[in-house]
Every structure is written in C-alpha cells, then in structure tokens.
C-alpha cells in the first residue's frame, strides 16, 4: 500500500506531462511560407539573362521555398533560381528558370519525362510532359533559357503559375 501512494504522485506527474507534449505538438502546424524576393534580386543581379518569375499571383499561391545558385556565381556561370508554392488545392508547384539546361532542378524534372504535345500560356507555346514521377511539366525555352512550371497541382493551377511569369523588374 505505502509503494502504490508513493507511485501514484509519479504517475499523475508523467500523464500531466505526456498530456501536456501531446497538446503542444498539434499535427495542425501552419504552412511556412517565405519572401523569395531577397533570392529573386540576388538571382536577377547574377544572371546573364533576363530573369522571369511569378507574379500578381492570387494571394492563396503561398511561396514555401526559394533558392538560388548565383551566390556562388561568377560572372558569365550558369544561374538557376528555384520558387515553390503551396497551391489553392494544397498542392506542390514549382518554378525553375535557369540558363542550364544540364542544371539539377531543371534535369531532374525533364530528364526521361514524356512530351505530351504543347499549350498556349498568354500567348507562347509551352511544351507539356509528364515526368517520370508522373507529375505535369510545363516548359519554355527562349535564347538558351528554360522556364519551368511543374509539380503535383492540377494543371490549371500549373498553367496560373505559368501565366503570371513576367521579367522581373527588381
């Protein structure tokens, strides 16, 4: 009897605690999102071409991620920026503009995916594949640069994206 008081007290103690970090650790975490803009301008300054994002897109497009390879850039090297958003349906896109075709968020996306024939985004024509991850890529390619939407979205949530890519104008 004096040892089941004794661990009563004990016991109580570790449910408050369980109780306590099971409260804390909500699966309801918020979406993360970020500003790409400080890796757009840093992108934009490096790049030997004319730097193209998303822009004006509906609010519910989050930006999650972005990141770029031209702070180890030197003049006249390849620059890649990557932007990735969390769409309306709570899904993946992202965007890849890059002067490397050989580059890895550009090869890894178009590298065995299957042409899929061509759509009219605002006017230009831009190649349609299905990835080897059986995901949608919108492509277009202008003066050596490719321009890359793609990811598990629907397709006219890729296309908005695609649609909203202007010069960046810093």
């Known amino acids: ?26 699966p309801d ?10 890796t757009v301008q840093l992108a934009a300054a490096r790049a030997g071409y004319q730097v193209l994002v ?17 702070g180890e850039a030197r003049e006249g090297d390849p620059v890649t920026l990557e932007i990735g958003y969390l769409t309306p349906s709570e899904e993946f896109a992202g965007f890849v503009i ?6 890895d968020p550009v090869a890894a996306v178009l590298d065995g995916a299957q042409d899929r024939g061509t759509v009219d985004v605002g006017g230009e ?3 349609r594949s299905a990835t080897a991850d059986g995901e949608t890529a919108l492509t277009h390619e202008v003066d050596g640069v490719t321009v890359l939407v ?11 994206v695609a649609e909203s890519v202007r010069p960046y104008s810093g």
Do not use: H
């Open 1 to 26: 009897a004096n040892m089941l008081r004794s661990m009563l007290p004990l016991v109580l103690i570790c449910l408050v605690i369980v109780g306590w970090q099971a409260f804390r650790s909500s």
């Open 29 to 38: 975490v918020g979406v993360r999102t970020i500003d790409p803009s400080s």
């Open 54 to 70: 998303p822009t004006d897109l509906d609010e519910k497009y989050l930006p999650t991620s972005a990141r770029t390879d031209a």
């Open 98 to 103: 890059s002067d490397d075709r050989g580059a």
């Open 125 to 127: 024509r831009w190649t």
């Open 150 to 160: 793609t990811g598990s979205a629907p397709d006219e949530e890729l296309r908005t």
